[in-house]
């Protein structure tokens, strides 16, 4: 692995790979067949004793590249990219898990991936929703039939962090597959391996790319896990290095049975936008901690959620893992404040869903993107019924508390 830094290793990584005419950014293949002159090179392609293309579905040399940057950032053995992060999630499921299987996950995750559990248990697959962030609770949740434990680094959106250290060791223990989306935090604020994960999880639609104008994911096989003992694996992929059967399979049952491919094009713009990652990674948790402690002062703000505030009960947990504390503030207004009509009065703020923009952008959780969860999950999620989320951008700091204060003076 490079000693260079993070910034130095993504910004020169297309152009270390000898593009052709000299070029600094990689182009975009747009094919989707690629043809051989040798009819036996086809025929090794497909059956995996020759690297190359045979269909865009599956891959193309553009996807390919940005599949290299994101296991340079997660400091992986590989990866693979979709058409989206809730596509990289599914995909792990689908080609991984039979009927019988059992998940235990934490109960503190994005609405879209509850919705995916609630789908699998209708396959027959049991998942077991549990606060991860005590680890006895994982512990007892474990069955005979567990093939994986399922988290985030930092919850969306009431920013719990997870026993990401104290699951690592039991997972290992057990030889349980690990399993950690770090979308919000990505492996420049937070490496996954480094606590035992054994694959990590990135909707690079958001922070990586930066840019909102591409969805994408990932998921990148971290090597620590051993997919020789691994019960699930089907025989025609226990060939060659076994670290390599795992996303042999993902990507087989996944992208080519599946389809959840990710274009050229969008490659292309998410490869680019994480040039300047960890550039506006700092910018947007700065700006999160100038606004969180503002909040925390403010009489009309009830609660602030944040994980760079001592007060938060993960405050430990982050500045001990985390190389910052993200760019999600979330916070609860006191009674009698209406969060709608605040959001309304904000000059710079966007009302819009999504994370990782360069925009600061917010919106009322429970009636949008938790309101299918329901009032008894949202309770459990720890999410309050006026509780506003905001996604931190990279505007000055001064500019974003002014357009804040002025709104909270409105209501």
């Known amino acids: 692995m490079s000693q260079e830094g993070i910034t130095t290793r993504l910004v020169h990584a297309d152009r270390r790979t000898n593009l052709e005419y000299g070029a600094?950014?990689?182009?975009?293949?747009?094919?989707?067949?690629?043809?051989?002159?040798?009819?036996?090179?086809l025929v090794d392609v497909f059956q995996g004793k020759q690297a190359g293309q045979a269909y865009a579905r599956q891959s193309t040399p553009?996807?390919?590249?940005?599949?290299?940057?994101i296991t340079e950032l997660e400091s992986g053995h590989n990866s693979l990219v979709f058409g989206s992060g809730m596509a990289a999630v599914t995909a792990l499921f689908i080609?991984?898990?039979?009927?019988?299987?059992?998940?235990?996950?934490?109960?503190?995750?994005?609405?879209?991936?509850?919705?995916?559990?609630?789908?699998?248990?209708g396959f027959g697959v049991d998942v077991s929703l549990i606060d991860a962030c005590d680890i006895n609770e994982v512990e007892s949740a474990l069955q005979p039939n567990t093939k994986m434990v399922f988290v985030e680094t930092i919850a969306n959106p009431a920013t719990q962090i997870v026993d990401l250290e104290g699951i690592g060791e039991i997972c290992a223990q057990r030889k349980l597959m690990y399993i950690v989306d770090n979308t919000l935090t990505t492996g420049y604020l937070y490496q996954a391996k480094n606590h035992g994960a054994?694959?990590?999880?990135?909707?690079?639609?958001?922070y990586f790319g930066g840019h909102g104008n591409a969805l994408?994911?990932?998921?990148?096989?971290?090597?620590?896990?051993d997919w020789s003992e691994y019960p699930n694996i089907y025989e025609g992929y226990r060939s060659g290095d076994p670290r390599n059967w795992g996303l042999t399979q993902v990507k087989k049952k996944a992208l080519r049975d599946y389809g959840g491919s990710l274009s050229s094009t969008q490659a292309h713009l998410l490869s680019a936008g994480s040039d300047t990652l960890a550039l506006r990674m700092d910018r947007q948790c700065g700006n999160a901690m100038a606004l969180a402690l503002f909040l925390d002062s403010h009489p009309k703000v009830a609660k602030v959620y944040y994980p760079g505030l001592s007060s938060h009960p993960h405050h430990l947990r982050a500045k001990s893992w985390f190389k910052d504390f993200g760019a999600l503030v979330s916070f609860d207004l006191v009674d009698g404040k209406d969060g709608i009509a605040f959001l309304d009065a904000c000059n710079i703020v966007i009302n819009a869903?999504?994370?990782g923009d360069n925009r600061t952008l917010a919106l009322p959780v429970a009636p949008t993107?938790?309101?299918?969860?329901?009032?008894?999950a949202r309770r459990k999620s720890g999410i309050s019924e006026g509780m506003l989320r905001c996604s931190i951008g990279i505007e000055d700091s001064a500019d974003l508390i002014a357009d804040f204060e002025q709104?909270?003076?409105?209501?």
């Open 95 to 121: 080609a991984l898990l039979k009927s019988g299987d059992h998940i235990v996950a934490s109960r503190y995750l994005f609405g879209n991936t509850s919705s995916v559990f609630a789908t699998l248990s």
């Open 62 to 69: 553009t996807t390919d590249l940005l599949a290299k940057k």
């Open 353 to 355: 869903t999504h994370l």
């Open 24 to 41: 600094i950014h990689a182009p975009v293949h747009n094919s989707v067949p690629y043809g051989y002159d040798n009819c036996q090179d």
């Open 369 to 376: 993107i938790y309101f299918e969860m329901g009032l008894e």
């Open 198 to 206: 054994s694959l990590v999880v990135n909707s690079l639609s958001k």
């Open 407 to 411: 709104a909270l003076d409105l209501i």
């Open 216 to 225: 994408g994911g990932s998921v990148t096989d971290t090597g620590l896990y």
